[in-house]
Each structure stands twice: as C-alpha cells, then as structure tokens.
C-alpha cells in the first residue's frame, strides 16, 4: 500500500489546482482520477476524427490571475485568446448584437431605443461595483458568522467593512442585487425586450432558475466577474479547447513532483475513528494519506464515497438537502464548414461571436416554465460558439467545431431516465432552433455529441451533472457553501478537505476553491502557503 | 379657506387611522382626509348584494400586533377566533391544521409539521420584533442605528449555532423546497405553499417565498380571526379610537396634491380645491401614487422618483364574493367547520402551474382558492339562512394581457367557480349573486397602485432596509415635512397596523428630539 502526504480525489480544475499547490509546498501528493484522461469538466476530446470538442465548459473567463501568475501556466502552454461580442437573433429577421467598441455598442442599442443605450452605462458600473465587491471574496475563504473565533470575526468585520465602505445608498443598491431576480434589475434599466432578453441569460445559466427567480440577479456576476489579461467581464478560448486549462495546471503539478493516475476511480474514501487515511480504488488498490482531498461534489463525496457512520446525521441530511440540480445540457457538433446566418450583412464581426436565439423575456421564463414540468425546454436558450473561429487547432483545416449549451435540460424527463430517442428528440430541438436562422446548418453536420446532465454525471462524476456543483442560490453561498458550519473546506471528518465548485465561491472554471482548499490545508499543516493573494481591482 | 393642523394623514385605512390615533394621543392636532365615503381603506365592510355584506378586501386578521391593540384600546369582538385551515381533498379525505397540531396526515408528517411550526414561529418572532421597530440605517454612525444592527447579530446568534445557520440559510430559500423535503402529503405541501405566497407575485419555486411565509406568522404565529361585523368593525373601532384622541376625520374628501412650498410638504388640497395647513403631512397612501402623484415627481429628485418608479407592485389576489341561499354542500366537511379557513391547493405543483401564466399578464385557468363563509359565524352578515362566501382568488395579474374586459372577468370568474365546483359539487345553483375585484378593481376601489395588498411586493429586495425604497425607509421621504405611514413602509401589508404604529413613533421621536 503506498503511502503520501495527501491525495487528491478527481483531476478536475480544481483537484488539480489543490494538488498543484500543496505539491509546490513541497506535499508528496497523488492526484487520482477515474477517467483515463484527465480534466473533468476542463476538457478537450478527440471524440470525431481530427476533431477536438471542448465538451463540458467551452469559454474561459473566470480562471483567477492570481493563480494563473503563481503557477506560471503560460509556461505549461495555457494560452487565452480573447473573442469579442455577442448576437441574439430575432423572430423578426432582425438581430441584436453586443460589440467590445463602445461606440458601436451604443449605436446599435440606439438602433432599438436611444433610452437603454443612454442607460447602458449606469448598468455596467452598478453591475462592475458589485463585481468588485465580489471578486475581493473569491480568493479568500469565508467566516463562519456562528463562530467567536478571532479568525472568523476578522474575516465577519472585513465583508462588514467592505460592504459598508461603499456607502449608504450603494449598500442598499448591494442588498437588492443580492436578491432580486435579473429581470427585474434588468427592467430597471432598460426597456426593450430584445436587450433585455440578451443579457438576462447570464443570470440563468447552469441554474435551475428562471428569469423572473429571485437571487439571478447575483448569478450575473459568475459571467461578468471574470476577465481575460485584466479585462473585467470579457471572455476567451483556451487554445487547444478547455483541456488546455487543466493540462497546464497538471503540467505545473508534476513540475513540482506531484503524480497523476488516471484510470483510479475511487472507490471509498477510508476513514478511521474519525480521520481520513487513505482511499480504496475500484481496482482493489488502496492508497494511504493523512490528508485526503475531495474534488468531487460534495453529495458524491459524503453520499457515495463513504459509509453513512462516518459523519453525524445532521451533517448527512444537509449534504442530502444541498441543492444540486441538472438544468442545462450541452451539444457539441462536428461542421464541415462555417454555417451561414443571412440576417448577419456580409462581414459583420458578429459573424465570430456568441449566439443566442431567444428574442423576449417571456420566451426565456417559458424555456424554464418546462423545465419545472419535468422536461427540456421546447425553445431553449442556447448559448453557441464556435472557437475554431479563432482557433483552427481545434478541427481540420476549413472545418469547424461547433459547442452548444442548452438551458433548460432536465436531469431526469418527467421523473424517468432519458430514452435514447429522448435524448435524440433533444438534440433535434437544439439543431433545429439554429436552423431556423442558417438554412445550411443541418447539411454541414458531420457528428454531434449530445449530453444531457445524466451523461455529464455519467462521465464527468458531477451529481446531476450541474455545471457549478450545487446551486448558486444564496441559501448555498459564502458561509452557507456547501453546508452551514463546513464552509471553511474542512469537513466533519479530520484530514478529510473539499475543494471542488460544492464550495465557496462556486463553478466555472475560476481553479479559486482548489486555492483556498489548498490555503486551508497548509494552514493546518503548519506548512508555508503557497497560494497567492487577491489582486484585487484598481 | 385654509386652516392648520399639527398633522394631516392622507388616508383612513387601517394603517392611517393608527398613525393618527397614536399622534393625536400624544397631543397633536390630527386631521385625516379619506377619499372614500366610509374609513377602512382595504379593511372595510360592505354591502356587495342585497343585504349580503362581506369584508370587501382584507377579510382575514394575521397578524393585528398586540402592542397596537393594548395602545389603542381596541374593544373589537371577533366572530371567529383561532381558526383551522383546512386543505380540501376531492375525495372529502381533507387535511386540518393550527398553530402546529395537523390532521389527516401521516404519524411522520405530524412530527415534522410540528417540528416545522415550532421553528418557523421561532425565526417568526425574532423577525416580529423588527417588524415593530424603525429599519436602521446602515453605513451610518449614528448611535441608534449601530445600536439596533448590534442587538440584530444579538438576537441571531442567540438563536445558537445550529438555528442559526438554519435562518441565515432558510430566509433566502424557497417554500416548495422546504415542504418537499418536509412532508408527504400533498395537500400539506399544496397548503403550506399557499400560505407563502398568498398575495404575492411569486409561485412556490420563487426564492424568498420562506420570508414571505414568516412574515404571515409574525405577530399573531399565524392565527387566524375575524372580527364580528367584518373588518369593517375593526377600522369602525380604530376610526372611533382616534375619535377619542381628538382626531377630526373627514371621510369622501380625496386629497389631489400635497402642497410643496420652498421645498418643503407645506400643506394638501382636496379634489373640491379645499386647503388645509400643515408641516408634517403623512401618507398612508402607497408610496408611487404618493411621490408619482400627490407630490410630482418635479418636487424630488430624479434618482428617488426612478426608485419609486422601480417599486414593484404588481397585485395577483382578485377577491370573489359570492350570494349564497344556503350551504354548499362540501364532500367530507362537517357543519361546523363552515367557520374555517377552506384551503383549494391540491399540492405544490398545482400552486406553481397557478402561478405560471401570472408571468406572462394571465389569469390563472386552474386557480388556488382561499375560502370562508364569514356569515355562518356572523348571521348579521346575509339574510337569515342565506350566506356569504368570501375568497382570495390566484393568480390574477392587475396587468391582465389585453386588460380585463367583461370577457375577461366572466372567463376567469368561471374558472374559479367551477375549480370551487369540483369540491362544493352544486354550488352554482346555489349562487344568487356574485362580485369579483380583480386586482384592477381593488386598484380603482381603494386607490391602491397595482391593487397590491402589500402596497409593493413583499420579497427581499424590498423588504427591511430597502422598503418602500433605497434610502427612504425610515418613513420620512426625501421632502421635508413629508411621511410615509402605510403598507407601502416598513414592514408592509397586513391588517397589522404595524407601519403606522412605527411611523407615528417615528414621527414623534423626530419632532421631540
């Protein structure tokens, strides 16, 4: 039985990044993994010919700096390209587009009312403010409100600082975009429904929300708090697809020593009398560590990794209770040419950009209005890009790739498992909704992948394969993520940590809870930290 | 003529006649202008049909606070105290519960129902004690306010670790996540998602719909009552307590504006273009038609009139009264609990489906019922052997998508008598009239922006420290001289007197310091 300093369970971004980290501290770590590649969600698969399918997440935005920088992941041939705008078709034949130039951002929002383009900028910075109030937080674990030590209290008077610093009336504007639904922020601003319908969607995606949901309003932030070199709020292509995110932080890994075994599904996680020592992989093998470190959900890790003895019952029935729903599902697609969109004039830089096909608020509630009957969304929010439009690595020379993500999609259909003609009928919706505005489309399909949140748990491991492990509702955020009194990534059981997206602050690939986990264990070890601090903004 | 007064309230509903009660107790000259021929506001008795008179509005007591009723003295007698509510099942196999003993449920669901209830009032007291006390201000360093945010954490983590993390957790969720995981039976579940949301815009699924469900069990932890008379009564008492302390109230003399004179509330004029004087000017009327239309959006600046503007308060409830010769027939419902709260939410799946077509300016074709038969606990109320049946009807938008025309209101009139129908088999024969107040009605019958009993939706990003809005939520506005004293403030709607009480303090603390 070999032995180490800790194992990491998963080689997701996160797992990755714990490991990377505690390695770097000089840690003898292994990073186990069930699939023979590594990633999970943060990857790239060959799974067509010469085709390479970011097949889970598909643009990278969040990944920190901080981390980006500590584990020189440029060195390990991570590379951002920056892509710009985004476009909502309309029933009408019309569009909408979202440009990077102000200027042209504003005319063509002028184009549909003089009033929102004017508004615009007061939108942006109320929303960046509480970006920054936000992004201050990610790097940094969270207090435990309920606790006396001097620890917590500090990190209780430095939130209590910084929400108050800004000021009486922006700490009340703080507290309504705590709760509201973003169709009422957004209503609050702008008058078209077009508009209004663009942007609403980041306020939805990968929870089982809708618009009008209270709390969505936050979940823009999780789409604007990102940046690519220091620009806040815009997106990229990892070079090489999402995989190039996680094989860089692997790289940094095994730079400092760390090992990684794929192909090591674990079975269990053993514990005796209340401390972690090691795990059983489904081979029979077991490795032994003081510290075991879960990057898994945290309904898998305390639900099916080990014995219900081995935490109180309370703490079982909050992990039973967390919120970890299957709402969105994904289609990636082989094209053998780039489709066309006739609304778009000829050369418009819309042509490389983010495309989404709901024109009206009421069509994105009623997309999330099936959902709730226990099925997909007839007319689904999609949101599609096509990287190899900015990076030819990723498919044959003239051909494309195609990633599709889908809101709504539901874990089970009306309560049942997904018939394979179920899942085609999906998939069938999703290519016809894009159809509707490029009438090639359908011709230059040479494969496509469907995955619906069963097939994302199936492969990736995530329960009910939701995108940001476990709902962003605020009943499940900072000092409540993933459960109230664990939110500091320690758990129930000693030596036992959890540092996947179940904790603060949250999914997309932000590598920010592998940090902090890894701040935690250091700290407990008495080992010099090697996780960098926030930049923080200006 | 012009004639001066201490202060003048705009408004006799409930709330209003509060405030002036407890400002003329202290000594003030008070006068109360209502536009109505008859005091209530929302809390009136009427007469809908011939000798049939119900509670036109407000026709259940939640939450009268106690402090409100000891002040003023109140001598209201109630015709029903104490009532169950009971969630009617097609097959007569109904569910009964009051404050926390349920019946007809699994052994399982009764503990957790208790279970439930006990901590629900807990979090439910601790949220009454601040419905009852001027939101502070935060970021500021006065000693007041620093003072209530402190003994806020106080009360908090007193509650112990464990209550604790379960309030910061639950007062943010969902009521229909909280039921499924509680409870079996779909008639509690249906319920109980009922209760969060009556009055609301909001379905089951909607975040926050647990706050909404503490705030009904603030104050009275969820009893149920009715004053004899109907809620008439209660407003005929509080007009008769304020009476006594020297207020004059002068009932169908609408207000057209507030007088504004060197920036400050200076005085009001009636429709009847009469004047009265006065510094302190307090409002019961709802915050937008308040700024928007009484003083005009000119008097204040533009990033409040915007907030303002922003207030949600789209009203769903619509009332239906309805003429009874006699009883309906009730499968599996005993006479005697005619006098109870009957409850049509078959399981919280059906209250969503409710709620969906709300989004999208619908009445609902399949609504959630609120009954009670006021008249079989209050005979005065409907000719001898006749009846009154009084209900809440979801959802029904203020807003209806190509407005509420006869078409419309027949339409949705019959969907809620034929979902009643399917439990009250015959009842359409028994009907000899009928009266429905959509949200629009409530709207124009008692002036109430949107027809929204809350005077502005009763959700977290309106609640607190952000009601009505941003920075006015002290009950003074940002114009001199000029207060908020209804629904529309803290804490909000209810037949609570709450934000009266509060804002008649407010008012006096302001003016004595």
New interface residues.
Partial sequence: MKTYDAIVVGAGHNGLTTAAFLAKAGLNVVCVEKNDYIGGAAVSRNLHEDWIYSNCSYVCSLLRPEIYRALELHRHGLQVTPFGGSLTFMQNGDYYGSYHDPEVAYRERARFSRRDADAYERYRSDTMRQCRIIRDFLLSTPPD??SFRPKDLLGLLRIGRKF?E????R???T???W??SVA?YL??YFETDVIKAAMSGSGIIGTA?GI????TAYVLLHHYMGDVDGNVGSWGFARGGMGAVSNAIAGAFQSYGGELRTQAGVDRIIVRNGKAQGVGLENGDELSANIVVSAMDVKRTFLQCMDRSDVDA?FYTRVE?F?IRGSSGKLNIALDGLPTFPALPEGSSLHISDMHFIDSM?RM??AY?DW?AGTWSKDPYIDMVIPTTVDPTMAPPGKHFMSCFIQYCPYQVEGRDWTDREREAFAKTVIQQIANYSPDFKDLIVHYEVRTPADIEAQIGITEGNIFHGEL???QLL??RPV??YAQYRSPVAGLYMCGSSTHPGGGVMAAPGANAAREILADLKRPNTVPENFGDD | MTDRYDAIVIGAGHNGLVCSALLAKAGRRVLVLEANERVGGAAITREFADGYSVSACAHLLYQLQPKVQKELGLSTTFASEAMQTIALSQDGRHVRYASGKVSGVSDADVSSYRQFHRQMTRFAELLNTYLNTTPPRLGTSEFRDLATLARLGFDLRRLGRDEMQTFLRLVGINIHDEVTERFESPLLRGALSFDAVLGTHLGPRSPNTIMTYLYRLAGGHGRLSVPRGGMGSLAEDLARAARDAGATIRTGTPVRRIVVENGRAAGVETAAGERFESFTIVSNVDPKRTIMELVGARHVETGFTRRIDNIRMRGNAAKLHLALDGLPAITGLAKAEFGERLVIAPDEHYVECAFNPAKYGESSPQPVVEMTFPSFRDAALAPTGRHVMSCVVQYAPCALKGGWTDAARQAFEKACIETIARYAPGIESRIKASELLTPADIEREFHITGGHWHHGELALDQFMFVRPVCGAAQYRMPLDGLYLCGAGAHPGGGVSGAAGRNAARFILREQSA
């Fill in positions: 409100p309920t108050l800004v000021g009486e009336d700490i009340y504007e507290i309504r975009f709760t509201m009422e209503d609050e929300l009008h949901s209270p709390g309370d209770n919120k009421e509630e009623r209005d709730k509702t605020m009943d000092f409540n109230p009194g």
